[in-house]
């Protein structure tokens, strides 16, 4: 946990060394006060909700950033330089390794992370013991129900371990890729990134060549670690992910389209590759967040950034009065907003007012239907109750998706890859009363998301329309498009199955008739 050392440093790292200290100054203790912590939070938060890139910041040595004061930002800018950050490694080396990785397990924070060590529980593994054999029921604070969702949890982190997300392994592999074709060598991806897995162990190219001379051109490239050649194969680690490179004639028979291979494809009749939807088929840009809720960019710098990158309109869908945490908006705060949508749509400018809608424990919206009609397109999505019964949260999901003014249903299952298990539910059932009621179902391109799962999607293609959505809550996250792309590949979509493929007039005409 301690070790942040990187070739290049983002902004969101510091934001993670920052978090990651004031974690471990609340577990010893050792913070009278907590005012350290709170300092180091505070900071975080302000950096997250910048645009700034880590050399912007550099450059200006922090100046004019909320909440960062002359220490910070000299601590920062001695981890930009060094890639250490001081602080991180003074807590770290007084916290056990095993300690510091209880904080991947959902629902544990420094608190309950210090209760854990002090009853001789410092390790994932030794969660899951304890919760299996009663022992987590028996330390307070924890309880039987507890102590079962820590088991889930900790059990859940155990089988994602050696696991990388789709967005991990395909950087790793188009940065080796670059290098080896500037080398004068083919390579194209192979195995698992080849087949587009919303999680993988390792990236894999198939190359031209041989280990000499790849290992000769990776040599130097930042973040590349060689562990070795075995049998004319070449093995290291690029930013952290398993990295194989292999010729191309030793690799394993793969389908004539890889993501095409799984057990699910088989038997089924399926799209021509070149008919399968492209990036460029998106036209809009829905499901994102601005600095009305919890982004970091404008509405004017989402739509610019939008049309930058190809696309020819931005759907907005900032936060519902529930999610307050996320800066949701009460409704005088969603007419402003809509107000200032319909200022730009006045000045000619494609951009559709839209609001991400939370759906309440019983199924009901967060907002009256009078103020759902005032917007372009809803989405509505769940960000609470996720330990209801799989017959309430069903009924749940199946109340919204039949709701007339609700166009999308986001994120359908609720999970994070590598992070938490999605909620009871039955998808089916919900997807039924997607197709019933001519609900578009997302494919969620966070890439931590990635929901809804390809298997579903290509269950359910060509009885439910479905919407490739960024959930963006930064400019960059706008790029994120392309994972949810490839899942909708894997799960065999066209154009003609996604409904922001359509333009806006379309668009907007099946949303509201």
Known sequence: MADLTRAALSRKDLVRALNQTADLLDVLGSD?????????????????????????????????????????AQELLAYLATGRFAPLDEVAEQVPEGVQGLFVVRGLGPKKVRALWDAGIDSVPRLLAAAQSGELAGIKGFGAKGAQALGEAAEFVLRSQDR????????????????LQAAGLTAQPGGELAGQRDTLSGAELLAGGDAAAWASALAGLEGWESIGEEGGTLVGRLAGVPLTVRPRGAAPAQAAYAPFGEPEHAGLQLPDPESLIQVKDIQGMLHTHSVWSDGTATLRAMLDETLRLGHSYLGTGDHSQAAAYAGGLAPERLREYTAEIRAMQAEGLPILAGAEVDILADGSLDYPDDLLAELDYVVASVHSNFGLSQAAQTGRLVRAASHPLVNILGHPTGRLLLRREGYAVDIDAVLEACAAHDTAAEINANPWRLDLRWQDALRWR?????SINTDAHSLGGLRDLRYGVMIAQKA????????????????????RG
């Open 32 to 72: 009278e006060g907590g005012f350290r912590a709170t300092a180091y939070r505070s900071a975080a938060r302000s950096l997250d909700r910048l645009e700034a890139s880590s050399e912007d910041l550099q450059a200006t040595q922090f100046a004019g950033v909320p909440k960062v004061g002359k220490g910070i």
């Open 164 to 179: 990388f997300l789709l967005s991990s392994a395909l950087q790793a592999a188009e940065a080796a890729q670059a290098r």
């Open 462 to 466: 060509g009885r439910v329309q479905f």
């Open 492 to 511: 065999g979509l066209t154009p003609a199955d996604v409904v922001n493929c359509l333009s806006a007039e379309d668009f907007r005409r099946w949303a």
